[in-house]
């Protein structure tokens, strides 16, 4: 009988506190000898692995003593995360390596792109448990941590030896620790094996995402969260050469790894690795594997695109990052379409993979080292062949976007430099003070690229995720190739922070400018100051100082006699908001306009406080509901009601005069439905984005249209083999495309300029409106920026509405086609939300003749 078979047939026999192999089962042989100082993970937890889920904390204390006994062994924390868990990280090496940490450190470095004059160990992380309800990971990680410290084998010691491996046990604590109470609350003995088992299936929004409900696989490109953040930090500290990462997939896969699709490779990272060091490691990945008679597959699903994969970024600066995903048990033991698999062997599997990295390290070390010099010679020499040679960018309407995008660079160790001079270019004048210059010959050239370029050249039509990912295009940034380095001024060298000025007292009226991305985050601190704040629907240019002061659309006005509280309170509220989000705030002694309206008309109108709620729960988006709730939470500060799908008919919905609805399943009671209604007519504002707004309009909530379906082709005859790749195709997988924005409605306030680049992963359609007005921003003829989108779906989006506000009796629905606040780095479109949501009871649609 094979191995695995003997193996299984065990674990289905054992009452479940008898299921554990011994810890020689999850390491490849031959094992041992061990140290018996160190105690295992079962003598530490007090259950044998692969029986119970390890929460994050004991894992943690068992790091810890892991520290405290052997000298091979240090533990650091170097984050932590929103609900204040720690993030360490383990680093195993000799006690020699141990004593030269800084020097080994500053040789690595050098050896990068020089020969050094010694043997430098090799640098290599071990990553898991990204996604929370991938459990074999962490659970692997331990028992690697505790292999990497106990093993005497001369294997073990000259890996030690020859490298400083770091262990990142848990790169999500969060969801770690919401999926593994629920697998513990739900643990039968004997183990329940039913896929319908309540341990296999959690509920919404389950524990793959962090905190706010983000796919932190998806943040080490654009690094929003504090656990991306900490771990770029310490990722640049020491540049490793491997990293991993390490996954679970649906049940009834086998195991992965690297090499992806070949026809999914970043085109701008150098092809000597995908077609070099990728499949020289595949070769031991397959050996170890081999042994164990455990089934797998390489070169199918997953690519290597994107940058913000855990197993890809290592890839821009000259590393190897592996992706590991093995059939996931969601438990403790399910079944299959063949065997059931066992929580003990997700385990063993991924344990058997991070050790065969570290194997694999050791025997291609030179080819690891040789690569990373030709990576930055090859770098240098594209560098000086390209005519690009920088990019300028700043928006010296928006401060604080700038601001933002110059510290995200900064994440990622790019040199970013202040300009000296005035510097014309591109039909605009990018100013000293307002404005950065990033020069393409640097070590984070790629990152550079993939900050900036708007298109790369693909050989595939199917995209495991997205397919642009332009910063420059998501924060709707001002920005220029330059055929030369202008004159640099001072490198940026920490994160910069708002420098407003200061401000005069006024007994007239302050101005804040609507430009700035922060005005939301001060409207909602003045008003729960206590303070009426009134918004302009018309230009106009006021006397500031003797200077004529333009003050656009959407101009924030604070009247300081018609205000609740005193003249001397309004003026430190006004100081507090403004040293808290940067906004500048305007003084005016008066309310005489040099031109236009004055500040006494009716066309500054008082902004209503946003009650808002969003509905959430089973059928509803976790991803797009998340990154509504972290935008206001932690952008804005501001509080929204989270409410769970199966209550929404038990709410008082006239505490709310906002409802967001994101995308999602919605089967509402038809009398639930016809309530909202009413309470939209009374006034109120529903905001719905993708299908969601589908939904809307199905449920008759407007006269706007969803755009009609092709029904002109005729149905080709095609092979069942090519379906995948046909259908796949069609996918809207993530592009960037570009609309026509009217920025005099109060959608488009604060926004300098009509075009506007705009995600789109979504397959809504929405007509334009037949009412003029309500349209507010429409994709362009030809809208595709950056990205692939099929030939079909590109002419369905030309023209058609990227954003409509439709009027229901008093009330009104702002319908977005996609979602403008994606992975919460779309800066330059977040800005049409946070308008709807705090403009939307003010929002008024002009009588039209004839309607």
Request: neutral net charge; aromatic residues 12%; charged residues 15%.
């Amino acid at each position: 009988m094979p191995r695995l078979l003997r193996v299984l047939v065990l674990f289905l026999l054992l009452p479940a506190t008898l299921l554990a192999q011994t810890t020689n089962y999850f390491f490849p042989a031959p094992t041992g000898p061990f140290n018996a100082q160190i105690p295992t993970p079962e003598q530490f937890f007090g259950y044998p692995m692969g029986t119970h889920h390890t929460r994050h904390d004991q894992m943690v204390s068992y790091f810890r003593e892991l520290d405290r006994l052997s000298d091979r062994v240090t533990m650091q924390t170097f984050g932590q995360t929103y609900e204040y868990r720690p993030l360490v990280m383990l680093t195993v090496t000799s006690p020699a390596n141990h004593g030269r940490l800084e020097t080994i450190k500053k040789l690595h470095r050098q050896q990068a792109t020089q020969t050094v004059g010694e043997k430098v160990p090799l640098i290599v992380q071990l990553g898991y448990n990204v996604h929370g309800n991938e459990p074999s990971t962490m659970e692997a990680a331990i028992l690697t941590a505790y292999y990497l410290t106990a093993s005497d084998s001369p294997e073990t010691r000259q890996w030690l030896d020859d490298m400083v491996i770091f262990v990142d046990p848990c790169l999500n604590p969060d969801g770690r620790e919401r999926h593994t109470n629920w697998a513990n609350m739900h643990k039968a003995s004997p183990f329940v094996a039913d896929p319908l088992d309540r341990e296999h299936n959690e509920v919404w929004p389950g524990g793959r995402m962090n905190h706010y409900w983000f796919d932190l696989n998806r943040d080490w490109f654009v690094a929003i969260h504090p656990e991306s953040q900490a771990r770029l930090k310490f990722f640049h500290e020491w540049q490793p050469y491997v990293v991993t990462d390490h996954h679970e997939m649906g049940t009834n896969s086998t195991f992965y790894f690297d090499p992806g699709k070949n026809s999914s490779n970043n085109p701008i990272v150098p092809n000597a690795l995908y077609n070099g060091l990728y499949p020289k490691f595949a070769n031991h990945f397959a050996g170890a594997f081999d042994q164990l008679q455990s089934l797998y597959f390489t070169k199918e699903r997953f690519d290597k695109l994107y940058p913000g994969y855990g197993s890809d970024y290592v890839n821009f600066y000259g590393g190897i990052g592996f992706l590991f995903e093995q059939a996931s048990s969601r438990g403790h033991l399910q079944e299959t379409t063949t065997i059931p698999v066992t929580f003990a062997f997700t385990i063993r599997n991924h344990v058997v993979a991070g050790l065969t990295t570290l194997k694999g390290s050791i025997i291609e070390r030179n080819n690891l080292i040789a690569y990373r010099q030709e990576f930055y010679r090859t770098q240098a020499a594209e560098a000086k062949a390209s005519p690009v040679k920088a990019y300028v960018f700043g928006d010296p309407a928006d401060p604080t976007r700038t601001r933002e995008m110059v510290n995200m660079m900064l994440r990622h160790n790019i040199s970013v430099h202040e300009l000296v001079g005035d510097l014309p270019t591109g039909g605009r004048t990018y100013a000293k003070g307002t404005a950065f210059v990033v020069p393409t010959d640097q070590p984070a050239r790629l990152m550079v690229r993939s900050f900036f370029e708007k298109e790369i050249t693909y050989t595939d039509s199917l995209f495991y995720d997205a397919s642009a990912w332009s910063v420059a295009h998501a924060f709707n940034m001002p920005h220029a190739e330059l055929k030369a380095v202008p004159a640099l001024g001072t490198a940026v060298s920490g994160p910069l922070t708002s420098q407003p000025g200061s401000i005069a007292q006024s007994n007239y009226a302050y101005a804040l400018p609507a430009t700035d991305y922060n005005i939301h985050k001060a409207v909602f601190m003045l008003q729960q100051g206590g303070a009426i704040v009134q918004t302009a629907f018309t230009p106009y240019k006021a006397n500031l100082g003797g200077k004529s002061v333009s003050l656009g659309y959407g101009t924030m006005m604070i009247p300081v006699q018609q205000q609740y509280i005193r003249p001397d309170s309004l003026y430190r509220l006004v100081q507090r908001v403004s040293r808290q989000t940067g906004v500048s705030v305007m003084s005016l002694a008066t309310g005489l306009s040099t031109e236009g309206v004055d500040v006494g008309s009716s066309a500054n109108r008082t902004l209503t406080p946003t009650r808002a709620a969003m509905v959430v729960g089973p059928g509803v988006s976790p991803y797009e509901a998340g990154e509504v709730w972290h935008l206001l939470d932690q952008r804005v500060g501001m509080p929204i009601s989270k409410i769970d799908m199966g209550n929404l008919s038990r709410a008082n919905l006239s505490r709310y005069n906002t409802l967001v609805m994101v995308s999602g399943q919605y089967n509402l009671d038809p009398q639930l439905t016809a309530r909202i209604k009413a309470w939209v007519q009374q006034g109120n504002t529903l905001i719905t984005l993708k299908t969601a707004s589908e939904w809307a309009i199905r449920q008759g909530f407007t006269k706007e249209k969803l755009a009609k379906a092709d029904t002109t082709k005729t149905t080709l005859r095609l092979n069942y083999a090519d379906a995948e790749n046909v259908e796949g195709a069609k996918a809207i997988g993530g592009l960037i495309l570009g609309a026509d924005l009217d920025n005099t409605h109060p959608i488009g306030f604060g926004f300098s300029e009509r075009s506007l680049s705009m995600y789109r992963n979504g397959k809504t359609f929405l007509q334009p409106s037949q009412t003029p007005y309500n349209t507010v921003v429409q994709y362009t003829a030809s809208p595709k920026i950056g990205g692939y989108i099929a030939k079909d779906n590109l002419r369905k989006l030309g023209k058609s509405a990227a954003v409509l506000v439709a009027p229901e009796g008093a009330g009104r629905v702002v319908l977005f086609a996609d979602n403008p606040n994606f992975r919460a780095f779309w800066y330059g479109t977040n800005k049409l939300f946070l308008n709807a949501l705090f403009m939307g009871s003010i929002i008024t649609v002009p009588s039209v003749e004839g309607e």
